[in-house]
Nanobody, 125 residues
Framework: QVQLVESGGGLVQPGGSLRLSCAAS????????IGWFRQGPGKEREGVSC????????FYVDSVKGRFTISRDNAKNTVYLQMHSLKPEDTGVYYC??????????????????WGQGTQVTVSS
Protein backbone atom coordinates (compact mmCIF):
# COMPACT_ATOMS: atom_id res chain seq x y z
CA GLN A 1 0.00 0.00 0.00
CA VAL A 2 1.38 3.37 -1.06
CA GLN A 3 1.43 5.63 1.94
CA LEU A 4 3.07 8.65 3.58
CA VAL A 5 2.84 8.85 7.35
CA GLU A 6 3.92 11.95 9.27
CA SER A 7 4.93 11.96 12.92
CA GLY A 8 6.70 14.17 15.41
CA GLY A 9 4.17 16.92 15.86
CA GLY A 10 3.01 18.14 19.24
CA LEU A 11 2.85 21.02 21.66
CA VAL A 12 6.02 23.01 22.20
CA GLN A 13 6.84 26.30 23.88
CA PRO A 14 8.08 29.27 21.86
CA GLY A 15 11.78 28.89 21.20
CA GLY A 16 11.57 25.12 21.29
CA SER A 17 12.36 22.51 18.66
CA LEU A 18 10.62 19.64 16.93
CA ARG A 19 11.60 17.20 14.24
CA LEU A 20 8.89 16.02 11.90
CA SER A 21 9.26 12.73 10.06
CA CYS A 22 7.49 11.44 7.00
CA ALA A 23 7.88 7.74 6.32
CA ALA A 24 7.04 6.41 2.90
CA SER A 25 5.84 2.87 2.29
CA UNK A 26 4.89 1.01 -0.82
CA UNK A 27 7.30 2.95 -3.02
CA UNK A 28 10.85 4.32 -2.99
CA UNK A 29 11.51 8.01 -2.38
CA UNK A 30 14.75 7.91 -4.37
CA UNK A 31 14.90 10.83 -6.80
CA UNK A 32 11.46 12.11 -5.76
CA UNK A 33 10.86 15.77 -5.04
CA ILE A 34 9.80 16.19 -1.44
CA GLY A 35 8.04 19.01 0.32
CA TRP A 36 6.64 20.14 3.63
CA PHE A 37 3.53 22.31 3.66
CA ARG A 38 1.53 23.74 6.52
CA GLN A 39 -1.90 25.19 7.14
CA GLY A 40 -2.32 27.51 10.10
CA PRO A 41 -5.65 28.38 11.72
CA GLY A 42 -7.70 30.42 9.29
CA LYS A 43 -4.90 30.42 6.72
CA GLU A 44 -4.33 28.86 3.36
CA ARG A 45 -1.88 26.02 3.03
CA GLU A 46 1.63 27.23 2.20
CA GLY A 47 4.86 25.63 1.11
CA VAL A 48 7.36 25.63 3.97
CA SER A 49 10.30 23.80 2.44
CA CYS A 50 10.91 21.64 -0.60
CA UNK A 51 13.69 19.74 -2.32
CA UNK A 52 13.34 19.78 -6.05
CA UNK A 53 13.92 16.70 -8.13
CA UNK A 54 15.44 18.69 -10.99
CA UNK A 55 18.69 19.80 -9.40
CA UNK A 56 18.32 18.87 -5.74
CA UNK A 57 18.08 22.50 -4.70
CA UNK A 58 16.17 23.39 -1.57
CA PHE A 59 13.55 26.05 -0.99
CA TYR A 60 12.48 27.67 2.26
CA VAL A 61 9.72 30.17 2.77
CA ASP A 62 11.21 33.39 4.14
CA SER A 63 9.54 33.03 7.52
CA VAL A 64 11.45 29.82 8.33
CA LYS A 65 14.86 30.48 6.79
CA GLY A 66 17.62 29.85 9.29
CA ARG A 67 15.30 27.96 11.61
CA PHE A 68 14.04 24.95 9.64
CA THR A 69 16.01 22.30 7.75
CA ILE A 70 14.60 19.77 5.30
CA SER A 71 16.41 16.51 4.73
CA ARG A 72 15.93 13.01 3.44
CA ASP A 73 17.28 9.58 4.32
CA ASN A 74 16.83 7.35 1.31
CA ALA A 75 18.01 4.29 3.22
CA LYS A 76 15.12 4.77 5.67
CA ASN A 77 12.76 6.02 2.96
CA THR A 78 11.98 8.95 5.21
CA VAL A 79 12.03 12.72 4.96
CA TYR A 80 12.46 15.11 7.84
CA LEU A 81 11.79 18.70 8.81
CA GLN A 82 13.93 19.89 11.70
CA MET A 83 12.41 22.97 13.29
CA HIS A 84 14.21 25.23 15.76
CA SER A 85 13.33 28.53 17.45
CA LEU A 86 9.66 27.83 16.97
CA LYS A 87 7.22 30.71 17.09
CA PRO A 88 3.46 30.80 17.72
CA GLU A 89 2.95 31.66 14.06
CA ASP A 90 4.47 28.28 13.13
CA THR A 91 1.37 26.63 14.56
CA GLY A 92 -0.57 24.53 12.09
CA VAL A 93 -1.03 21.16 10.49
CA TYR A 94 2.12 20.10 8.68
CA TYR A 95 1.90 17.87 5.64
CA CYS A 96 4.62 16.10 3.69
CA UNK A 97 4.20 15.63 -0.02
CA UNK A 98 6.20 13.90 -2.74
CA UNK A 99 6.16 13.59 -6.50
CA UNK A 100 8.33 11.81 -9.04
CA UNK A 101 10.61 13.84 -11.28
CA UNK A 102 10.58 16.21 -12.88
CA UNK A 103 9.39 18.80 -10.40
CA UNK A 104 10.36 22.43 -10.94
CA UNK A 105 12.42 24.32 -8.35
CA UNK A 106 10.32 25.98 -5.69
CA UNK A 107 7.54 24.78 -3.45
CA UNK A 108 4.27 24.71 -5.34
CA UNK A 109 1.38 22.75 -3.88
CA UNK A 110 0.00 21.87 -7.30
CA UNK A 111 3.24 20.09 -8.24
CA UNK A 112 2.75 17.40 -5.57
CA UNK A 113 0.22 14.63 -5.98
CA UNK A 114 0.99 12.30 -3.06
CA TRP A 115 0.27 13.64 0.44
CA GLY A 116 0.42 12.47 4.00
CA GLN A 117 -2.41 12.90 6.48
CA GLY A 118 -0.77 15.74 8.39
CA THR A 119 0.57 16.22 11.89
CA GLN A 120 -0.39 19.03 14.26
CA VAL A 121 2.25 21.44 15.53
CA THR A 122 1.21 23.86 18.26
CA VAL A 123 3.60 26.49 19.55
CA SER A 124 2.26 28.04 22.70
CA SER A 125 3.28 28.91 26.22
Amino acid sequence: QVQLVESGGGLVQPGGSLRLSCAASGFSLDYYAIGWFRQGPGKEREGVSCITSVDGSTFYVDSVKGRFTISRDNAKNTVYLQMHSLKPEDTGVYYCAVDPPPVRPGCFETDFRRWGQGTQVTVSS
